[in-house]
């Protein structure tokens, strides 16, 4: 079956440091890949995407490349805040689901130390 | 302007109890999701309806059960309430085939 695997937390970084949460996959066929965030005490965001190889996501700063050859979509940041605290989710959808199904990674705490 | 509202946002109850969450989108989307986050943040779907019928049902027991009165609605009744059912409880919805799916700020089901 399809699945993810994503760094455990949780990540505790200072201020300005650079950032990387890493993410590989297992699917049968070709997903699309998400990184999804969650800010204390509220719903999912979605933060970026990517839907086939070589595609990058990007947003608020942050970045994610497909790589099908290693099967990843490590989340990056050059230069994180202390707004970027929250827990991060990378996930798939699966393509052999009518792309109805999120399949997802259980999370990597973030914390940014000022 | 909340796109997608659950009610309440916490509950506790003793086992055994049957309880409801409510979930209500105002965007206009035909499918519409129930997820499950446990206390280790790991989440997963539970069940999917596109336009009041059920599309996906992952092995969920039985004593869950969805029920989507219009297309703007995906209720989720819980009876005999279990330990093990605690858990911080998501709706979601989307529009097109892959679209983004938004999801609710969640209810905190704590079961004593």
């Known amino acids: 079956g399809n699945s993810v695997t994503q760094m455990e937390g949780p990540v505790t970084l200072s201020e300005e440091a650079f950032l990387t949460i890493n993410c590989t996959y297992t699917?049968?066929?070709?997903?699309?890949l998400f990184w999804y965030v969650q800010y204390p005490g509220e719903g999912l965001q979605l933060l970026l995407k990517?839907?086939?190889?070589?595609d990058k996501g990007s947003n608020k700063g942050f970045e994610a490349t497909y790589r099908k050859e290693t099967t990843s979509f490590h989340l990056e940041k050059g230069s994180v805040q202390v707004s970027d605290s929250a827990v991060y989710f990378c996930?798939?959808?699966?393509?052999?689901?009518?792309?109805?199904?999120?399949?997802f990674g259980t999370g990597t705490r973030l914390t940014i130390i000022p | 302007d909340t796109a997608v509202s659950q009610t309440p946002k916490y509950l506790v109850t003793q086992m055994g109890n049957d309880k409801s969450i409510k979930c209500e989108q105002n965007?206009?989307?035909?499918?519409m999701y129930w997820y499950k986050q446990d206390s280790k943040k790991f989440l997963k779907i539970m069940f999917s309806?596109?336009?009041?019928?059920?599309?996906i049902n992952e092995t969920v027991p039985n004593r869950f059960s969805p029920k989507s009165p219009d297309k703007a609605h995906l209720n989720l009744h819980i009876n005999s309430l279990e330990l093990g059912d605690s858990a911080v409880y998501f709706c979601?919805?989307?529009?097109?085939?892959?679209?983004?799916?938004?999801f609710g700020p969640g209810t905190r089901l704590t079961v004593t």
């Open positions: 699917a049968t066929g070709y997903p699309s």
């Open positions: 979601a919805s989307r529009n097109v085939p892959l679209g983004e799916q938004y």
């Open positions: 996930a798939l959808r699966d393509p052999n689901f009518g792309n109805e199904k999120l399949t």
């Open positions: 990517a839907t086939k190889a070589d």
């Open positions: 965007l206009g989307h035909d499918t």
């Open positions: 309806y596109n336009n009041k019928e059920l599309i």
